[in-house]
């Protein structure tokens, strides 16, 4: 089997991905949102689409964590208790932040509705995709290794799904919060 050298190719990579990233997002800062128009209920259901396609990313790690493994009590645990993460996670977005996010975007003005979909679905939704992919690499990491020391990366990813929704999930008021 032949790999692909580590070098100069992941770094262009790596730098091409982060200038994609700065031209949709900052491109977004530096153009403005003039005659910009959204449609509310396309806007996020579209967006809901891809935060269960993350959860359901998460559901898949959990089992390539735990495949690896020889079946016993810690892997079941750790897996049940990654389930029911992942279904707080859903709980929290579709039965909090997706309706009150939708229903504030609905009721507000056209250029409030562009600035809405700017500030909360694009940006914000960023950071709520990227805290349920680091939670995915944390239970699958430390299911590939239950029995063993949790290096610093994953104890972080696992640490991290508080910051995975606005507030947190055991803060169900935040989306109260004038960016919703």
Same mark, same amino acid.
């Given at each position: 089997m032949r790999?692909?050298?580590?070098g100069?190719?992941?770094?262009?990579?790596?730098? !091409?991905?982060?200038?994609a990233? /700065?031209?949709?997002?900052g491109?977004?800062l530096?153009?403005?949102?003039?005659?910009w128009?959204?449609e509310?209920?396309?806007?996020a259901?579209r967006?809901?689409a891809?935060?269960?396609?993350a959860l359901?990313e998460s559901i898949?790690s959990?089992?390539v964590?735990?495949?690896?493994?020889r079946?016993?009590v810690?892997?079941i645990?750790g897996?049940?208790?990654?389930?029911?993460?992942a279904?707080?996670?859903?709980?929290?977005?579709f039965d909090?932040v997706?309706?009150v996010?939708?229903?504030?975007?609905r009721?507000?003005?056209p250029?409030d509705q562009v600035?809405?979909?700017?500030d909360s679905?694009?940006?914000l939704? /960023?950071a709520?995709i990227?805290g349920i992919i680091?939670?995915?690499?944390?239970?699958? !990491?430390t /299911?590939?290794?239950?029995?063993?020391?949790?290096?610093?990366?994953p104890?972080?990813? /696992?640490?991290?799904r508080?910051?995975?929704?606005p507030?947190g999930?055991q803060?169900p !008021?935040?989306?109260q919060?004038?960016?919703l």
């Amino acid at each position: 089997m032949r790999t692909a050298p580590a070098g100069p190719r992941r770094r262009t990579r790596g730098s !091409q991905g982060l200038a994609a990233l /700065l031209v949709d997002y900052g491109g977004l800062l530096a153009r403005g949102v003039k005659g910009w128009r959204v449609e509310p209920g396309h806007f996020a259901e579209r967006h809901s689409a891809i935060v269960i396609i993350a959860l359901g990313e998460s559901i898949v790690s959990l089992g390539v964590g735990a495949g690896r493994e020889r079946l016993g009590v810690g892997i079941i645990i750790g897996a049940l208790l990654g389930i029911a993460t992942a279904a707080a996670l859903w709980w929290a977005y579709f039965d909090v932040v997706a309706i009150v996010a939708e229903r504030r975007l609905r009721s507000a003005s056209p250029l409030d509705q562009v600035l809405i979909a700017r500030d909360s679905y694009t940006y914000l939704h /960023l950071a709520i995709i990227a805290g349920i992919i680091i939670f995915s690499i944390g239970v699958k !990491q430390t /299911l590939a290794g239950v029995d063993a020391h949790l290096h610093a990366v994953p104890a972080t990813a /696992l640490c991290w799904r508080r910051g995975a929704l606005p507030g947190g999930a055991q803060r169900p !008021q935040a989306p109260q919060r004038r960016f919703l």
